[in-house]
């Protein structure tokens, strides 16, 4: 496996094996690896001739008082995880080999970026989509893959993608949560033992939506009703939003149907964590 550090050897890379009819791979995470990117690289592999995988904690999505300088950084433990997995390479760029000095150029879109989680983290989504839109131009990916968990990032990105005319594939691979229904995630590891038993509270919500909706319930004002009266029962947990929209525009629909977007983020102690499910 290859760690590259700069933009121009990782498009070298990827125009090498173009130039040979190979298809590429490009996996975005911001390092901490748990099982959940680990499905990510696997789906990459299963369909791309060649993977890449970034590893870059972008600072331009963190708000001021957010965890920037406390986010894990385990690089060589992920490097030796996607090493077993066969990754080709990993993209490890310094910040300033992402934002050059002086650079004043950020990606923005309208709308969306101000919905659900950017509605509680302004400018976390210009932060993404600048970030994620400098990774497909720098690695020219086939295809790029992402986890359902962050489903309005999805959203964003999906927009983002065909406004902008980038060539790559969003692919969107399911939640891979933890034995007990927690969905993976890197901040995960900040929750002391009694807050990882709150968190639990986040999956038993949406448990209970998705037994309404199995029992035909359609009204969104129902459901939401169904998660809080859910979240009550962890008063120690503080909700954030509960919402059911448009997964493609994240707008609130009075009556959820096929493809509609259930979502819900929470603070448990001082950590926030999402999840969601998409109505079949």
């Not at 791979?25 to 060649?50: F, I, Q, W, Y």
């Not at 509680?120 to 359902?148: C, M, N, W, Y």
């Not at 983002?160 to 891979?176: F, K, Q, R, S, Y």
């Amino acid at each position: 496996m290859r760690v590259i550090r700069t933009v121009a050897e990782l498009r070298a890379w990827s125009r090498q094996l173009h130039q040979s009819g190979k298809t590429v791979g490009l996996v975005p995470t911001m390092g901490a690896l748990h099982e959940g990117h680990l499905s990510l690289v696997r789906a990459a592999k299963s369909a791309c001739d060649a993977v890449a995988v970034s590893i870059f904690v972008n600072p331009t999505q963190f708000g001021p008082n957010e965890d920037f300088a406390l986010y894990p950084r385990t690089f060589e433990t992920d490097c030796a995880l996607l090493d077993a997995e066969g990754v080709d390479v990993v993209f490890a760029p310094a910040p300033e080999e992402i934002y050059r000095r002086g650079s004043s150029t950020f990606v923005e879109v309208a709308g969306l970026s101000d919905r659900l989680d950017g509605a509680s983290r302004p400018g976390h989504f210009r932060g993404v989509a600048t970030v994620v839109a400098k990774l497909l131009i720098a690695a020219e990916p086939d295809r790029a893959f992402f986890g359902q968990k962050d489903a309005a990032q999805v959203a964003v990105l999906r927009r983002m993608t065909a406004d902008l005319g980038l060539p790559a594939e969003l692919v969107v691979c399911p939640i891979v949560r933890e034995s007990d229904g927690l969905a993976m995630s890197s901040r995960n590891r900040y929750l002391n033992a009694d807050e990882r038993k709150q968190a639990l509270v986040l999956r038993t919500a949406l448990d209970a939506v998705e037994a309404v909706v199995a029992a035909g319930e359609r009204s969104a004002e129902v459901l939401i009703a169904v998660a809080r009266a859910n979240f009550a029962t962890e008063p120690s947990v503080r909700v954030d939003y509960v919402a059911a929209v448009d997964w493609a525009i994240l707008e609130p629909v009075k009556e959820v149907g096929s493809g509609t977007l259930f979502a819900v983020a929470a603070f448990v102690g001082t950590t926030r964590l999402i999840d969601n499910f998409v109505v079949e």
